[in-house]
């Protein structure tokens, strides 16, 4: 590797370097008539798959929800990666990311019920 290159586990923890422009709407997303995630879901899973993340984190994806929902559930999200990424892992960390998906799990509902 050549001097000043990062290697991909670098670049990926380096957000936002590592995403290329329009690189979340190509690759096997294109085409399958579902919505690309965007860049920052991009991150968080590859991030995710380098860091050896919580396996409970996948229950925070968002892209799947209307605009209205995602705009409960985005920071939420946001929130849970950068948690599971500071706090040792441990039964209370455990605890507080069950905790907090529960929580955005309500403010959807809260949403929903908001029309």
Avoid at 4 to 12: L, N, R, Y
Avoid at 59 to 74: Q, T, W
Wanted: net charge neutral; hydrophobic share 35%; aromatic share 6%.
């Amino acid at each position: 590797m050549a001097k000043g290159q990062m290697t991909m586990p670098e670049q990926i923890l380096a957000w936002p370097s590592f995403v290329g422009e329009g690189q979340a709407q190509t690759g096997h997303w294109a085409g399958h008539g579902r919505a690309a995630p965007d860049e920052h879901t991009v991150y968080l899973r590859q991030r995710a798959a380098v860091t050896g993340s919580s396996p409970i984190l996948k229950h925070f994806a968002y892209e799947h929800l209307p605009p209205h929902l995602k705009g409960v559930s985005e920071p939420i999200c946001a929130l849970a990666h950068e948690l599971d990424a500071r706090l040792p892992n441990g039964p209370e960390k455990s605890a507080g990311l069950r905790k907090l998906l529960e929580a955005k799990d309500c403010f959807v509902r809260a949403k929903l019920e908001q029309g």
